[in-house]
């Protein structure tokens, strides 16, 4: 499997600003994704990030609220805007491989808290 | 009706026993099917996937699939205290023009010595 970084682990940010999420990965992809995970919840798909393309959302989720980067193929961004309290979350993001069935890799995540 | 749907549980085990942890889902064209694990504070792993109608065995899971029923299970076998964890079933699924994976909401397993 792939190995996934993610910076920053964690952060704790005031309401109306941005940040920034990154997701490395140590071997080139095709498909990156960015799923949110809201406390005690599961995995909600936020985009699709295929490289030379745009992000391709998911319902509920918008360009404007969360832009995303795929600048190559081992490298992606996700930046969740304009914050409210309702943004903490964990952010992840995955890769996937399509050794034999297109199974998913994640990352450690990325802890934040909106105050 | 939820795409994929799974017990929240607690569901909670001795030491020793089999662990069964069941999912449904509703895309009766969906082909391929995963379990992760995921701890208390990091992210999910990924521990089997089955594309078959029928048992695949790694280790001490097995993982189970009819296609006919919608049905996918994961047994673990002599469960261990460090087999508690939440238990995320995953369907892949093709829309928009991209395979993504459907998570339901997880089993959460209690392995009690």
């Known amino acids: 499997s792939a190995v996934i970084s993610q910076k920053p682990s964690r952060d704790i940010c005031q309401r109306g600003t941005s940040l920034t999420i990154q997701c490395q990965v140590d071997s080139q992809v095709t498909m990156m994704f960015w799923y949110r995970q809201q406390p005690g919840q599961s995995l909600t798909l936020i985009a699709t990030a295929n490289q030379g393309s745009e992000a391709t959302y998911e319902s509920g989720f918008v360009i404007d609220k969360f832009p995303i980067s795929r600048p190559n193929l081992t490298f992606s961004t996700l930046t969740v805007s304009n914050m409210s309290p309702e943004d903490s979350s964990i952010y992840l993001c995955s890769v996937e491989t399509r050794k034999s069935s297109y199974e998913q890799y994640f990352g450690p995540g990325t802890r934040l808290t909106v105050t | 009706q939820k795409e994929v749907e799974q017990n929240s549980g607690p569901l909670s085990v001795p030491e020793g026993a089999i662990a069964s942890l069941n999912c449904t889902y509703s895309?009766?064209?969906?082909?391929?099917f995963f379990w992760y694990r995921q701890y208390s504070g990091k992210s999910p792993e990924l521990i089997m996937f089955?594309?078959?109608?029928g048992d695949k065995e790694d280790g001490r899971f097995t993982a189970q699939l009819n296609k006919a029923s919608q049905y996918v299970s994961l047994l673990i076998r002599d469960s261990q205290p460090s087999d508690s964890a939440t238990y995320l079933c995953?369907?892949?699924?093709?829309?928009?023009?991209?395979?993504?994976?459907?998570f339901g909401a997880g089993t959460r397993l209690a392995v009690h010595p």
């Open positions: 089955i594309y078959s109608n």
């Open positions: 995953a369907v892949l699924m093709f829309s928009g023009g991209y395979n993504k994976l459907i």
């Open positions: 895309d009766r064209g969906s082909q391929s």
